[in-house]
């Protein structure tokens, strides 16, 4: 009988993308043998995922997961939505949410985390092979505040602490915790309603702020305004779009009578202490990434040897 090594193992699931266990068992039962070994998990349906590695994955879920003064948000793709509904998909993106807020919000860190004798990435591939669809951990990120909370709200969840948006913001401030963090889910829920770009203007990317600019400019120019008039009216389209995308000059959604600057500050009362938002996190499911769109009707028409 051959000895199975880990290399060996590592070597049959990079090569056919089943999990480490089926590896194992399959090269036990092929004494060692490689391509033997291929064959038998292909055989067996095993061999899926470094099949499915390629194929875009839009879908899946948000987790997002806080204590105290720290929290995470974790964006785990599938190639379509049902794969949200399945409980191991659940459980492994609770699983990765977990590893994040332990080990930080780098990527690469959180595939070669271990959680028991497994990795992260060998969980990630086992559950390819076993639901049959591509899956990733496409992104993650960390907020931690030396004294105050990190609170979070998931909008379209699923579970409790995953859903179809994820978002965490951090609250600096001596206050009292309970307060605190009340006021951190309703700004949360806030942030995912509004999308802001930034926390305030000097937070802005410039290339955006100068093309906000050039915008207004151009649509007086063409107006016939003289040049000293469109700079002063400029700086005022400035502020409207500030108070637009800007988090503190945001009309509060709880309260549209008042900026989220101006709720906060009266809610330190409340809170018992000042209160600074020292950060957030919006992550929306499949932002960003191109799907393939599909002609069903197409589709079946080329499968029935229409055109």
């Known amino acids: 009988m051959a000895t199975i090594t880990a290399a060996m193992v590592k070597d049959l699931r990079e090569s056919t993308g089943a999990g480490m266990m089926d590896c194992k068992a399959a090269l036990t039962e092929n004494d060692g043998n490689m391509e033997a070994a291929q064959d038998w998990l292909r055989k067996k349906g095993l061999s899926k995922a470094a099949k499915k590695s390629g194929r875009v994955a839009a879908e899946g879920l948000i987790g997002a997961l806080t204590k105290g003064n720290k929290g995470v948000v974790v964006e785990v ?41 497994v990795t992260i990435e060998t969980a990630i591939n086992d559950a390819i092979a076993t639901i049959g669809e591509n899956m990733t951990l496409r992104r993650a990120a960390l907020l931690e505040v030396s004294q105050g909370v990190v609170s979070h709200y998931v909008h379209g969840a699923v579970i409790d602490g995953a859903g179809k948006m994820g978002v965490i913001v951090a609250l600096e401030s001596p206050g009292k915790a309970d307060e605190l963090a009340a006021l ?57 779009y500030y108070k637009e995308v800007c988090l503190l000059e945001q009309a509060f959604i709880h309260d549209t009578g008042k900026s989220v600057a101006q709720a906060v500050k009266e ?37 029935s040897g229409k055109k």
């Open 77 to 117: 793709n599938s190639e379509t939505d049902f794969v949200a509904r399945n409980g191991q998909f659940q459980g492994l993106v609770k699983m990765i949410a977990q590893v994040a807020f332990d080990v930080g919000a780098d990527v690469e860190k959180i595939k070669a985390a271990k959680v028991g004798d």
């Open 184 to 240: 951190g889910r309703q700004i949360a829920m806030h942030i995912a309603a509004t999308n802001p770009l930034a926390l305030d203007p000097s937070g802005l990317d410039q290339a955006v702020v100068k093309r906000e600019k050039d915008v207004l400019a151009d649509k007086y120019r063409q107006q016939g305004k003289p040049e000293n008039v469109i700079e002063k009216i400029v700086e005022s389209g400035l502020k409207t």
């Open 267 to 303: 809610a330190e009362g409340k809170v018992g202490g000042t209160v600074k938002i020292a950060g957030f996190v919006r992550y929306a499911l499949g932002e960003g990434i191109e799907k393939q769109e599909s002609d069903f009707a197409a589709e079946v028409a080329a499968a």
